[in-house]
Structures are given as C-alpha cells and as structure tokens.
C-alpha cells in the first residue's frame, strides 16, 4: 500500500504540486496542501510501521541540521518584518504567515529526501519511479504544448500563460521559467532511458521534453540543461553510441522544425527570441544601469517601477536582487533575517538609487537565497548537504548518471532560479541518495 501511494505521489507532482510557493493563500491553494498531505501520509505510515526506527546518518542530521537554522532564524528575527508596508506584501503573502509556511514547506521538503530513501529500496522500484517521473512529466509538457498551440490559433482566449509578445509555454506550472525548471527533472532521464532502450516511445519522450524545455524561453533552464547532457556526454561516455548521437540531432531538426511551423501559425512567436538571448550579453548590463540612472534624474524613481521590466532587460534587476542579498547578509552575517523575509525586506536592503517595489518575491538565485535569510550557519549546512549527495552518489548505471545529471541541472538553474521551495528539488536529490543506498 505504501509504495503505491508513493507511485501516485510521483504521478501527480506535476500536476499538484511543481511550484507550491506560488500557491500560499491564494487559489489554488489547496491543491499543494493534498499533494503534501500525501507526503505526510506516507511518513506517517512508514513511522508507525518500523516504530520510530530513522536511521540517523550524516545526511539525515544535516538535513535536520538545516531546518533548525531555518526555524532559529525566523525565531530571532519574528519582529524584524512589522514596519513593513501592507502595500508592500502584495499577494496577500502577509509576513509570519508567509514565514510559517516557508518553514513548514521546507520541511515537508526535507522529508521527501527520507521518502524517496524508503520508498526506493531496490533496483526495481527505482526504475519504476524514473519511468514514472519521466511520462507524468511528459503528460504535463504534453498538455503545456497543446496550450500554447491553442493560444496561437485562437482556440484559447483565455489562459494563465505568460504572454510577452509571444506565449511561453507554462505547462502545469504558473509561469514558464517555474516548469522550464520542472523540465529538467525529466529531460535527462529521457536521454538516457533512450539510451537504455532505443525504441519510439522513448524518442518520442525525449522529443516532447526537447520541445517543451525550448518553449519555456527560459534561459536559466536552458544552461541547466546543457550543464545535464554535458555531464551524460562526459561521464556516462562509456554507454554512449553513435545511433544515440544521431537520435540527437534528429531530435534537435524536429524540434526546430516545430519552432518554424510555429512561428509561420503565429508569426510574433519567435520575435522575442532574441530578447530571451540578449539574457545571456552580460557586458550590457553597465550600459543599462547609465541608461536607467540618466533617465530618473530629476524624477521620482518610484514612478518608473511598474515599467522598469519593459524598459530594460531584467539582468539588471537581477544584479539589484543579489545586491540586496549580499546586503542583507553584510547585516546579518550569523543567521540571516529569516526564511521567506527577503521579499518583505527588499526595499529596506535595495541598493541605492534603485526602484522601490511593492514586493520581491525571490533573489532568482538559490544559493544568495539561502546566504541573505540564513546567513552562513545556513549557507555552510545548505552546501555541505548538496556536496555531501553530489560527492558519495556516483552514478554506477545509465539511470545512475540520468538522475545524476537533473540534480546538476536543477542545481546549476538555482544560480538564476529559486529552486528551493520547489518539491521536485528535493525528490530528486532523494532519488540520488537512494540509488547510493542500493548500491552501496
């Protein structure tokens, strides 16, 4: 019965659960809330079951270790949010309460990691649950895909997608670089289930993920997932033929083929491609910083808030997320100001000269994430938890190196993308340290 509803939990992780954060007391709320109480189900019942026996090794007490950091630092700093603004917690994401479930996802999240050691005990049950992940995760690509056609032939008027001149594809989650992140979960595991079994369907999956993943526009995603085939090229080299280089490159013609045929349904479709890779010009970003300064001078900078997206390219508001960050850290080195408190807190800890907003939400960076509201007691346990999985989970199998390869993904992706409140994070972590406990 357990491992059934730990196969159901995979199956509905795209559909309930890929972005949990962006669902706190707004609808649809409660649909992160059944995707977790499944989770507490299960360790409820795998508790009760081997009465309390949680083998405390290095990883579990780090993983402790991490959220009692969490939980000191939001006790120290519980009143450090009560001059904010209401105006400035847009989202009804008020302070305290937001902060209590940043801390009670966190360690739902945590517990996956013991979930998937449990539930992937043998070598059968995980293969079982990659397959699982890869075609739950495809129907939800799947399903993104018919979305954006639908938008593109006028089918679909109406949709959550993120339309920016074009419509990126959002798939089950709220906004399109959320699933471009989800994506990478799935997309190794496809390449080397191709691998492992050439045949239709899985070159149909890893064409659905290929396409889907380059319609998300996202490009954190897109170096996340160069980071994974890197890594399946160099170090899953010796399981490597010519016939699966072949199927890449057929992969990649189809799917710019689509893109083609897209863009000739709805020709504005690829106008913002080159927007999306002016992303990657990095040396612009002081040309764009003098353009914003000499355009508020002699204005009041908070009138050019609302626009500032459309105005410049976001890297540099990016630059000004990690600005705040490190600004926070400089003051609050030990412990942070508290988990969940970086968007409150923004407009306190902002550069100078910069734009006021009425709330942040993330640093769009993990790791700065984590170094502004736990400051490096938290840093320290954070990394020392991914060196710890990445150092003694060695891929021993072509799955191996797969579910290897979408930890490297999703942790490269977190250096533009907060990776952290999201379950599929820790799941594949989980998933890693699972298959080291098969083999060891």
């Known amino acids: 019965m357990a491992h059934n509803l730990w196969y159901l939990l995979l199956i509905l992780m795209p559909f309930l659960s890929v972005s949990p954060w962006q669902a706190v007391l707004r609808p649809p709320f409660y649909y992160g809330f059944f995707y977790y109480a499944i989770i507490a189900a299960l360790f409820v019942f795998w508790i009760l079951k081997d009465k309390l026996r949680i083998k405390w090794d290095l990883i579990n007490i780090l993983l402790v270790s991490f959220f009692l950091i969490n939980g000191a630092s939001l006790m120290i700093n519980w009143n450090i949010t009560e001059q904010t603004p209401i105006s400035w917690a847009a989202r009804m994401k008020m302070p305290h309460i937001y902060n209590l479930f940043v801390l009670v996802y966190l360690f739902m999240n945590i517990l996956t990691i013991w979930l998937a050691r449990k539930a992937v005990s043998s070598t059968e049950r995980y293969e079982r649950s990659l397959n699982i992940i890869i075609f739950s995760t495809a129907a939800a690509a799947i399903w993104g895909i018919i979305m954006v056609l639908g938008h593109m032939t006028g089918l679909l008027k109406e949709n959550t997608m993120a339309i920016n001149l074009f419509p990126r594809l959002a798939g089950t989650a709220t906004e399109p670089q959320v699933f471009g992140n989800f994506l990478l979960l799935g997309w190794p595991l496809s390449l080397v289930l191709l691998i492992k079994r050439p045949g239709w369907q899985n070159y149909l999956m890893a064409f659905i993920f290929s396409l889907a993943l380059t319609m998300t526009f996202s490009m954190g995603a897109w170096l996340g997932a160069l980071a994974g085939i890197v890594f399946i090229g160099i170090f899953g080299f010796k399981y490597l033929s010519v016939r699966w280089g072949l199927s890449l490159a057929a992969i990649l013609i189809l799917v710019i083929g689509c893109l083609m045929v897209f863009s000739w349904i709805y020709p504005p479709y690829l106008a913002g491609f080159d927007k999306y890779l002016s992303k990657l010009r990095f040396w612009n970003i002081k040309n764009e910083a003098a353009v914003y300064q000499e355009s508020i001078k002699g204005q009041d900078a908070e009138k050019y808030r609302g626009d500032i997206v459309n105005r410049f390219d976001d890297k540099l508001q990016r630059v000004w997320m990690a600005q705040t960050a490190v600004n926070m850290f400089r003051a609050k080195p030990l412990l ?105």
């Open 336 to 440: 942070g100001v508290g988990p969940g408190n970086y968007g409150f807190l923004y407009n306190e800890y902002k550069p100078s000269g910069t734009p006021q907003k009425p709330y942040q939400e993330k640093t769009h960076n993990a790791y700065m994430e984590v170094l502004a509201e736990t400051g490096i007691l938290g840093m320290a346990a954070f990394l020392a938890i991914m060196l710890l999985i990445l150092i003694r989970s060695w891929p021993r199998t072509i799955l191996g190196v797969g579910c290897y390869a979408s930890v490297v993904a999703l942790m490269v992706h977190g250096l533009s993308f907060g990776i952290l409140a999201h379950n599929y994070t820790w799941l594949a972590m989980g998933l890693l340290w699972a298959q080291r406990d098969i083999n060891a």
